[in-house]
């Protein structure tokens, strides 16, 4: 039976690979949280990543097959002064995976993003050369490079604008988009923000799959459709019939975010639709399948 750690199995992604564990595989789930009882189906440690003594240790007891790394530091604008721990999660964990890989010979499979770009001439192919705008973007693409350096087995799944259930209490673009529109309120939404959005129950169906091929190298999974942040929001108030004239436009350079963006990004997902053969859904198909999804049940394609 293989054996798979699933690293950040609290998050948004790490849940959903919980959700989405193919049969005969023994999952093993490790987040901060003491206990997880949204994830009684699976062996549950309590463990802080950042801790490599007992990360080594726990790795040593549990001899995974595999560890799909979804921990990380994913608040872009906090990055920008929380760069430290930024560090310590996004690539300082990963080196430690990789060191505990060599010893204790696992494979790894990691998670990246489009903010390794600059957003000048998106979308990108997997060999699209990098340059990252903001702390964020740098840590994830410094991680890359050690994967790419380290001579083990190892995929690197680039992604972007994940969405799906609301987890622990956290929204996503599309849960707090439905809240404010829900809510009566006005939003201001970016128009020149372009890229992909991703409907996080797929990629964890084509990170199961890129397991079961042994995958090795970069690919993109993301949804398949280019479309800008603002048209984004308007096709979520359509397919949840909401109210669209409660969302105003406005630039990236109005908000003033801490972080730089990648305007111009997006991932080209030929390689994973060709390689993998799995499903990835255009913008008003994957918020039409969380929809279904949203009013409590499971679409049947997923089960
Ligand atoms: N979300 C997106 O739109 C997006 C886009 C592109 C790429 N990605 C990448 O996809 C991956 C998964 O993202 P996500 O959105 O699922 O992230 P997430 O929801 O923030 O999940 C990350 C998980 O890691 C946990 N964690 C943080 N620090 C830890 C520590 N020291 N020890 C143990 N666990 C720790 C978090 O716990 P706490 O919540 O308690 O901190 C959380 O449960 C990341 O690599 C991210 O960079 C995400």
Redesign the pocket.
């Known amino acids: 039976m293989i054996k798979v750690v699933v ?2 199995c ?5 849940r959903k690979l919980i959700d989405y564990a193919p049969t005969g595989y023994n999952i093993i789930g ?4 003491e206990s997880c009882p949204a994830l009684a189906a699976v062996n549950y440690f309590s ?4 801790d490599k003594k007992s990360v080594f240790r726990l790795l040593q007891e549990v001899k995974p097959d595999y560890i799909i790394n ?5 608040n872009v604008d906090g990055a920008e002064t929380d760069r430290e721990l930024c560090w310590r ?1 996004n690539v300082e964990l990963p080196e430690h995976l990789i060191y505990c890989a060599r010893k204790l010979n696992f494979n790894i499979g990691h ?4 903010y390794i770009f600059d957003g000048k001439q998106g979308p990108y192919t997997e060999t699209a050369r990098p340059n990252p705008l903001g702390y964020y973007g740098r840590s ?1 693409l410094a991680a890359e490079n050690l994967f790419a350096a380290s001579a083990i087995d190892y995929f690197i799944v680039r ?4 969405y799906g259930e609301r ?2 209490g ?1 929204h ?1 673009f599309v849960t707090w988009l439905i809240d404010q529109l829900e809510n009566d309120k006005h939003v201001k939404i970016v128009n020149d923000q372009i890229g992909n959005t991703t409907l996080v129950d797929e990629l964890a169906i084509g990170i199961w799959k890129l397991i079961a091929l042994k995958f090795n190298g970069v690919v993109n999974i993301a949804g398949t459709e280019i479309i800008n942040r603002f048209e984004f929001a308007q096709t979520i108030a359509q397919v949840f019939n909401l109210d669209t004239s409660l969302i105003q436009p406005i630039t990236t350079a109005e908000l003033h975010q801490a972080a730089p963006r990648p305007l111009k990004s997006g991932l080209i997902v030929d390689k994973a639709i060709n390689e993998l053969n799995i499903e990835l859904s255009n913008v008003s198909g994957g918020l039409n399948k969380f929809k279904y999804m949203y009013k409590g049940k499971t679409s049947p394609e997923y089960q």
Request: net charge negative.
């Open positions: 690293a950040g609290n998050g948004l992604l790490g490790v987040d901060l949280p463990q802080d990543l950042t979804a921990a990380a530091y994913t999660l998670i990246s993003t489009d994830k992604t972007m604008v994940l987890n622990n956290k996503n």
